[in-house]
C-alpha cells in the first residue's frame, strides 16, 4: 500500500534495473570465460564489446535504481505527491530506449563504425572507460537527468523538506554535475585523464555515497522506527566523512598520469581515510538496528540494509585500501588488484542499496501492507546469500590472481611478460569464473523470489516487549 | 551519539568540511594545471599525436588494453608497448594489420581493426 499515489512510477525504474541487471551479469559470464577461453564468441563479441557492455549496464541499471529510489521515497519525505508522474514516466521510456540503442549499438556495429555514424569527429567523447556511449547518448543523459532532477527538486520544494531528501537531492544534483566533465576530452592525455576522474571518482567516491546514505537513513527510519533526529545526525557525519576523505582522495589516481608528485601524498594520507564513511556507515545500519522501536516484517530488507554496510566497507574500505599507498600502488596500478576492488565495492555499495531499497519498496508497490510472504522472503534472503558469499570469493580469486600477476610480472628479480603471467595465473580465473556462476544462480533465484508465495499471507512481526518510557 | 553532539553540529561538519575540501582541491587543481605545460611534453603535442589518440579513442582500445594503467586488464599496457616491440613503429603496425579476422584458435586475439595507413602512422 502505497503513502502516495504518485510513487507508483518507481516500479517501472526498478523492473528496469532488475532486466539490466541480469544483462550485466551474462555479459559478466562472458568476460570471465574470454580471460580463459581467449575465442570465444571471437570475433562476434569481442571482449572489449563485452566489456563495454558489462560496466555501461551495470552504470546505467544503477542509475535506474537511483532514479526510482527517488521517486519512491521523495513523496513520502515531502509528504506531498510527486510533482509530475507523467514526465517521470516519459523520461523513463526515453532513458530505457536509448539505453537499449546504445547498447545494440555495441553489439551489431563496431565501435569505430559506431563513432562515425554518430559523428563522434564532431565533438569527441567517445571511447574513455566508462564513458564510451556516443556523444548523443550522453545528451540524453543530461536531458533525462535534468528532468529528473526538477520533478524531484519540485515536488522538495512543495512539501516537507527532510535531511533525508535533502542529502539525496544534492547527491543527485552533484552526479548530473560532474557527469558534465564526460563533455571535456582535451587532446591532452594527462589534462584528459585529469577530469576523466572527476566523472568516475568523484562519483562513486563521493556524490554517489550521498545517495546511499539517504537511501540507507530512509529505509533505516522506516525499518527500525528510530526517531528521524539521531538518524540524520548520523546521515550528516558520515556524508561529512565521504567528502572530507574522498574529494581530496580523487588524488589516488593523480599518482602515475603525469600530474605532481605532491599528489601521491595527498592521495595517500587522504585516501587512506576513505574506508572511514563505509566503516560508519555499517556502524549506523547495526547500531540502528540494535535500538529498534519495532520489528518490521520485511526481514529481506532489513538484511540488505544490514549487508550493504558491510560489503561496502569491506569492497570500497577495506580492499581499497589495500592498494591506495602510492607505494604500493606503484606495483599494483591497473592488474588484477584493481578488478578485485572494483568488484566488491560495486556490489557492496551500490549495487546493494539499491537492492535495499527495492526490497524495501516492492511489497507496496505491488499492493502489499508493508511486507512479501514469508516464503518469498526466504527465497529473497537465499539469494541474498548466495550473491554476497559468491562476490566475495570472485573478490578473493581476483586478489590471488592480482598478487600473482603483481609479483610476476613487476616485482620478482626476473619480470615476466604480460600474457606468459596471464597463463600462469589462469587457475585463479577458472575459479572466479565458477563463483560468478554461483552469483548469476543466486540473481535468478532473487527474480524468482518476486514470483514465489504471492497468494501467502504477508508475513508478520512479533512486537518487541514492551519498555517504560525512562527504559528506552 | 550523545546530547552534547547535536544535529546542527553534524550539519556544520558536512557543509564546512565539504566547502573546506572542495576549495583546497580546486586550490590543488588550479596548481596542478599551472604546473602541467613543465611536465607533459606539450610541445611534441602535434596533429599526429592527437589522430592517434582520436584513433585510440574511436577502436575502443582501452577495452582491453590499459594506458598508463587505466583500461581494461585483459591486454599489456600499450603506455610502453613502443619499447617492448624494440622501439620500432614498423613492428607495431605490422602487429596490428595482421590479427587475424578470425582470431587465434583458444587464445586471446585482437580484433583485425583495418586501420588505415594514416591511421596506423598515428595511431
Known amino acids: ?472 | 551519539m550523545s546530547q552534547v553532539f547535536t544535529k546542527a553540529m553534524a550539519r556544520n561538519i558536512f557543509y564546512g568540511g565539504s566547502v573546506f575540501f572542495i576549495l583546497l582541491f580546486l586550490a590543488l587543481t588550479f596548481d596542478t594545471i599551472k604546473v602541467l605545460p613543465e611536465r607533459d611534453n606539450r610541445a611534441n603535442l602535434t596533429e599526429k599525436v592527437a589522430h592517434g589518440k582520436a584513433v585510440w579513442e574511436e577502436n575502443n582500445c582501452l577495452g582491453c588494453h590499459t594506458l598508463l594503467g587505466e583500461g581494461a586488464y585483459y591486454a599489456p599496457e600499450l603506455g610502453n608497448v613502443y619499447k617492448r616491440f624494440g622501439e620500432s613503429k614498423e613492428a607495431i603496425k605490422a602487429f596490428i594489420a595482421s590479427r587475424p579476422v578470425e582470431g587465434i584458435p583458444g587464445r586471446r586475439s585482437m580484433p583485425q581493426f583495418n586501420l588505415s595507413e594514416e591511421d596506423g602512422r598515428a595511431g
Do not use: C
Open chain 1, 1 to 472: 500500500m502505497l503513502q502516495y499515489k504518485s510513487q507508483a512510477v518507481a516500479k517501472p525504474y526498478f523492473i528496469a534495473a532488475i532486466a539490466l541487471f541480469i544483462g550485466q551479469i551474462l555479459f559478466g559470464l562472458i568476460l570471465g570465460l574470454q580471460y580463459v577461453m581467449g575465442d570465444f564468441l571471437f570475433p562476434e563479441i569481442p571482449f572489449n564489446v563485452a566489456r563495454m557492455v558489462h560496466t555501461n549496464l551495470l552504470i546505467v541499471w544503477l542509475l535506474f535504481g537511483f532514479m526510482g529510489a527517488a521517486y519512491y521515497l521523495v513523496p513520502e519525505e515531502a509528504e506531498t505527491e510527486l510533482h509530475s508522474p507523467g514526465l517521470a514516466i516519459l523520461m523513463f521510456w526515453i532513458f530505457l530506449i536509448a539505453g537499449a540503442l546504445t547498447v545494440l549499438g555495441y553489439l551489431l556495429v563496431p565501435y569505430a563504425r559506431l563513432a562515425e555514424l554518430t559523428g563522434n569527429h564532431l565533438w569527441p567523447t567517445m571511447g574513455r572507460e566508462f564513458l564510451e556511449q556516443p556523444t548523443i547518448t550522453k545528451v540524453g543523459i543530461v536531458v533525462v537527468a535534468l528532468a529528473f532532477l526538477y520533478n524531484v527538486g519540485m515536488t522538495i520544494l512543495k512539501g516537507r523538506k527532510t535531511v533525508v531528501s535533502l542529502v539525496l537531492l544534492i547527491g543527485l544534483v552533484g552526479l548530473a554535475v560532474l557527469f558534465l566533465f564526460a563533455f571535456y576530452n582535451p587532446e591532452n592525455l594527462v589534462k584528459d585523464k585529469f577530469y576523466w576522474w572527476w566523472v568516475v571518482h568523484l562519483w562513486v567516491e563521493g556524490v554517489w555515497e550521498l545517495i546511499m546514505g539517504a537511501i540507507l537513513a530512509f529505509v533505516l527510519i522506516k525499518l527500525t522506527g528510530v526517531d528521524r533526529e539521531v538518524i540524520e545526525k548520523w546521515l550528516y557525519v558520515i556524508i561529512a566523512m565521504a567528502l572530507i576523505t574522498g574529494i581530496i582522495g580523487t588524488g589516488h589516481h593523480y599518482f602515475w598520469i603525469g600530474t605532481p608528485e605532491y599528489w601521491q601524498w595527498w592521495g595517500s594520507i587522504f585516501s587512506a581515510l576513505e574506508p572511514l564513511p563505509f566503516f560508519m556507515m555499517t556502524v549506523f545500519a547495526f547500531n540502528m538496528v540494535n535500538r529498534r522501536r519495532r520489528n518490521h516484517p520485511n526481514k529481506a530488507a532489513m538484511l540488505w540494509a544490514l549487508g550493504t554496510g558491510v560489503m561496502a566497507f569491506l569492497g570500497a574500505g577495506v580492499w581499497g585500501f589495500l592498494h591506495t599507498l602510492a607505494p604500493v600502488n606503484y606495483y599494483t596500478h591497473g592488474s588484477q588488484i584493481t578488478a578485485a576492488h572494483g568488484h566488491m565495492a560495486f556490489y557492496g555499495a551500490y549495487v546493494m542499496i539499491v537492492l535495499t531499497i527495492i526490497s524495501y519498496a516492492m511489497p507496496m508497490l505491488r499492493g502489499r501492507e508493508a511486507a512479501n510472504s514469508n516464503r518469498s522472503q526466504v527465497v529473497e534472503m537465499w539469494s541474498f546469500w548466495l550473491m554476497t558469499v559468491s562476490m566475495v570469493f570472485i573478490t578473493l580469486f581476483l586478489t590471488g590472481a592480482g598478487i600473482l600477476q603483481v609479483w610476476l610480472q613487476r616485482y620478482s628479480d626476473d619480470p615476466q611478460p604480460f600474457m606468459v603471467v596471464q597463463e600462469k595465473i589462469e587457475l585463479f580465473y577458472w575459479m572466479r569464473e565458477v563463483a560468478g556462476v554461483i552469483f548469476l544462480i543466486g540473481l535468478v533465484l532473487y527474480v524468482i523470489s518476486f514470483f514465489v508465495g504471492q497468494r501467502q499471507p504477508e508475513a508478520s512481526a512479533k512486537p518487541l516487549p514492551a519498555v517504560s518510557p525512562a527504559e528506552a
